[in-house]
């Protein structure tokens, strides 16, 4: 316009005959110039701004899909090789109630090389069930014998303590004892209060049940109160029951007690464990206890009496002897005997001397020599009977312990091949799958097969291990699962409503809402497409629909809000521009470019805050020869602002932005 008049005011400076030239070629210019602009806006095509309610929602493409499913794995452990499938149901085929009630057989497995290994498995089960019950009588033999064996030893050291107390008395025996610390050992060895032990072990007792195979009562005396059927197994130690005459156990975890001293050397016996004790019986001098009042009433103490009533006899038969010898020599020097009577006294005084020197020599001998040996001996026995006791009871607990061990390794085999035999029973149960869900049967697929060498699922087909045979969905309650691009997932939230269109009935909408979404961007495509972030969200879909199947394409518009009255113009008609929303307004020459503030949107029209007007037409696309930092334009992307539009990659067309609410 300024060009065109600045035109006018030249052609006013000239003379008339060119003024009315200038004139014409003015107007001719002006027509062609209006000419060619309502060309050019008619090719552009516009929109009116509207005024009214706009849903904000975000549409996109998923599948159907149940939200609860039974899924049929293969659970036969059968190795690499795999197993067959013997039969199966067709696929489409619908397992109601009454089949789940009946228990309808689905699929069936070849079992045939489990049968095997169950009957190989068998025969190592009864094998083991046999060595655990000879091991279960031979720990008992043994408990019984190394009872036997303590009571022996217990009883030859009492009969030892009872010659050793009945040689000195029980007094000087007590003393000798505690004196030289022969107690300790005693004490040491002598423990055997079985009936405490048992009671302490009670409690490790495992209780084993034997297989109904084992039904032959065992022999001897277990046969009165353990049966095959029901058979104790002690990890310890058991008392009898009560009422019987069944041995009490000893324990299999003895407490540490001192080896029994060496009466030869000086070397004690040093057992890991135990602590020894020094006693030597040679050290002990027995003649400071040779006097009757020291001495108990023993067998040493009478001999030591009558050595002193005999040396004590004599000696008065001596006192008389030399008396009546010397009244003879009186006599005889008067000669009032004769010399006959005088040797005949002397003779009984020779006797009655003798008779004293046998009384003392008899009585030291005994006293420096029987009376030292034969309590040395006593004791020694006595010594050697606690010994034997405390080597009784090493060897039973040794015994013991091994048959223990036995007992444990045999019990350990018959619960490994019991857990195997059960565990194949289970691996051949599993090779029949029977119903326990209604729904549609839907054949496994190879979605998870990436080199493509698996069977598709039919019968003869090889299948293995984990791997999924069949699909039961729960066709009451279905969802559709869409993937929603990271631009609007701020938007979307759990209990949001959503209108549903199945593409196989596009004339029937069904509602749902947000029940589900993905916390993280799903990476199943990340291979093939790393930029692109989309999140698994679920709709669950309301009511029960007989048409609706699993694996369906449908649309799914998910409703975020509402606006009730506002401005709105479709998403393409608002470009950036150096970080600005601009629209382009149709104008009488060439569009007005116009910076406008925008608010929400969806995925046809948003919302225009400030800067155009309702009625305003708006250009659906820039004018040509006009640039801007669209992303088309640009080499690099860049960041969208906060509150901006997105430009879609395909414009749309102005029929289908009839509508506010994105419907054509």
């Known amino acids: 316009m300024r060009k065109l008049n600045e035109l006018i005011k030249f052609v006013r400076r000239q003379p008339r005959w060119r003024q009315i030239t200038a004139a014409a070629i003015i107007v001719l210019v002006g027509w062609?110039?209006?000419?060619?602009?309502?060309?050019?806006?008619?090719?552009?095509?516009?929109?009116?701004?509207?005024?009214?309610?706009?849903?904000?929602?975000?549409?996109?493409?998923?599948?159907?899909?149940?939200?609860?499913?039974?899924?049929?794995?293969?659970?036969?452990?059968?190795?690499?090789?795999?197993?067959?499938?013997?039969?199966?149901?067709?696929?489409?085929?619908?397992?109601?109630?009454?089949?789940?009630?009946?228990?309808?057989?689905?699929?069936e497995l070849d079992s045939s090389d489990l049968e095997k290994q169950i009957a190989q498995q068998e025969i190592q089960y009864q094998q083991a069930?046999?060595?655990?019950?000879?091991?279960?009588?031979?720990?008992?033999?043994?408990?019984?014998?190394?009872?036997?064996?303590?009571?022996?030893?217990?009883?030859?050291?009492?009969?030892?303590?009872?010659?050793?107390?009945?040689?000195?008395?029980?007094?000087?025996?007590?003393?000798?004892?505690?004196?030289?610390?022969?107690?300790?050992?005693?004490?040491?060895?002598s423990t055997n209060d079985v009936a405490?032990?048992?009671?302490?072990?009670?409690?490790?007792?495992?209780?084993?049940?034997?297989?109904?195979?084992?039904?032959?009562?065992?022999?001897?005396?277990?046969?009165?109160?353990?049966?095959?059927?029901?058979?104790?197994?002690?990890?310890?130690?058991?008392?009898?029951?009560?009422?019987?005459?069944?041995?009490?156990?000893?324990?299999?975890?003895?407490?540490?007690?001192?080896?029994?001293?060496d009466a030869d050397t000086d070397t004690n016996l040093v057992v890991a464990g135990f602590t020894p004790y020094t006693f030597r019986t040679g050290l002990i001098d027995f003649k400071k206890y040779a006097n009757i009042d020291m001495l108990g009433d023993g067998e040493a103490k009478q001999k030591l009496r009558k050595f002193e009533d005999d040396l004590q006899s004599a000696q008065k038969d001596l006192g008389v002897a030399k008396a009546t010898f010397e009244g003879t020599q009186r006599l005889f020097a008067k000669q009032f005997v004769a010399k006959m009577e005088l040797v005949r006294d002397q003779l009984l005084q020779d006797s009655a001397e003798l008779k004293v020197q046998t009384a003392e020599t008899s009585r030291a001998l005994f006293l420096n020599y029987d009376f030292s040996k034969t309590a040395e001996k006593s004791l020694s026995d006595y010594t050697e009977a606690v010994r034997e006791l405390d080597k009784s009871r090493r060897l039973a607990i040794s015994k013991q312990a091994q048959a223990q061990a036995k007992l444990k390794s045999a019990q350990g085999q018959y619960e490994v091949?019991?857990?195997?035999?059960?565990?194949?029973?289970?691996?051949?149960?599993?090779?029949?799958?029977?119903?326990?869900?209604?729904?549609?049967?839907?054949?496994?697929?190879?979605?998870?097969?990436?080199?493509?060498?698996?069977?598709?699922?039919?019968?003869?087909?090889?299948?293995r291990e984990r791997q999924s045979i069949i699909t039961i969905p729960d066709m009451t309650r279905m969802s559709v699962n869409v993937k929603i691009h990271e631009s609007y997932i701020k938007k979307i939230k759990k209990g949001q409503k959503a209108r549903i269109t199945v593409d196989a009935f596009p004339d029937t909408?069904?509602?749902?809402?947000?029940?589900?979404?993905?916390?993280?961007?799903?990476?199943?495509?990340?291979?093939?497409?790393?930029?692109?972030?989309?999140?698994?969200?679920?709709?669950?879909?309301?009511?029960?629909?007989?048409?609706?199947?699993?694996?369906m394409s449908a649309k799914v518009e998910i409703l975020v809000t509402k606006l009730n009255d506002v401005v709105y113009v479709p998403i393409q008609a608002v470009s950036p521009d150096s970080g600005k929303q601009i629209c382009y307004v149709a104008a009488t020459f060439?569009?007005?470019?116009?910076?406008?503030?925008?608010?929400?949107?969806?995925?046809?029209?948003?919302?225009?805050?400030?800067?155009?007007?309702?009625?305003?037409?708006?250009?659906?696309?820039?004018?040509?020869?006009?640039?801007?930092?669209?992303?088309?334009?640009?080499?690099?992307?860049?960041?969208?602002?906060?509150?901006?539009p997105q430009k879609p990659s395909a414009p749309i067309t102005p029929a289908k932005a009839a509508s506010p609410t994105g419907k054509v």
């Open 129 to 189: 069930v046999a060595s655990l019950i000879d091991a279960q009588q031979n720990y008992e033999i043994q408990l019984n014998q190394n009872q036997s064996d303590i009571k022996a030893a217990e009883l030859k050291a009492r009969f030892a303590r009872m010659d050793f107390d009945k040689f000195l008395g029980d007094t000087v025996t007590d003393k000798i004892i505690k004196d030289y610390g022969l107690d300790k050992i005693l004490a040491a060895a």
């Open 196 to 261: 405490d032990t048992s009671r302490a072990e009670e409690a490790g007792q495992a209780t084993v049940t034997a297989p109904p195979s084992v039904t032959e009562p065992l022999a001897g005396k277990a046969a009165a109160g353990n049966t095959g059927s029901n058979m104790v197994l002690a990890t310890g130690i058991s008392a009898p029951p009560p009422g019987t005459n069944g041995p009490a156990l000893l324990p299999i975890a003895a407490a540490p007690r001192p080896a029994a001293p």
């Open 509 to 551: 909408e069904l509602e749902g809402e947000v029940t589900k979404m993905g916390v993280l961007p799903d990476s199943q495509n990340r291979w093939m497409n790393p930029d692109l972030k989309v999140y698994n969200t679920t709709i669950t879909i309301n009511g029960t629909y007989d048409w609706v199947k699993p694996g």
């Open 417 to 463: 091949q019991t857990r195997q035999r059960k565990d194949l029973n289970a691996q051949l149960e599993k090779c029949i799958i029977r119903a326990q869900k209604s729904g549609l049967v839907v054949y496994g697929g190879t979605g998870d097969n990436f080199y493509g060498n698996q069977e598709p699922i039919r019968e003869g087909a090889t299948v």
């Open 32 to 107: 062609w110039g209006l000419r060619h602009s309502g060309e050019s806006g008619a090719k552009a095509p516009t929109f009116a701004a509207r005024r009214g309610p706009l849903e904000i929602n975000v549409l996109e493409g998923g599948s159907l899909q149940a939200l609860e499913s039974q899924e049929v794995k293969c659970e036969v452990r059968v190795g690499y090789q795999g197993t067959k499938i013997l039969r199966i149901v067709e696929e489409g085929y619908l397992v109601t109630e009454a089949d789940v009630t009946n228990n309808k057989v689905l699929v």
């Open 590 to 644: 060439k569009p007005e470019r116009r910076e406008v503030e925008t608010g929400e949107f969806n995925d046809e029209f948003i919302q225009i805050k400030r800067g155009l007007k309702e009625g305003e037409r708006v250009l659906l696309r820039v004018p040509d020869g006009i640039e801007t930092d669209s992303p088309e334009n640009d080499s690099q992307p860049k960041e969208e602002k906060p509150g901006g």
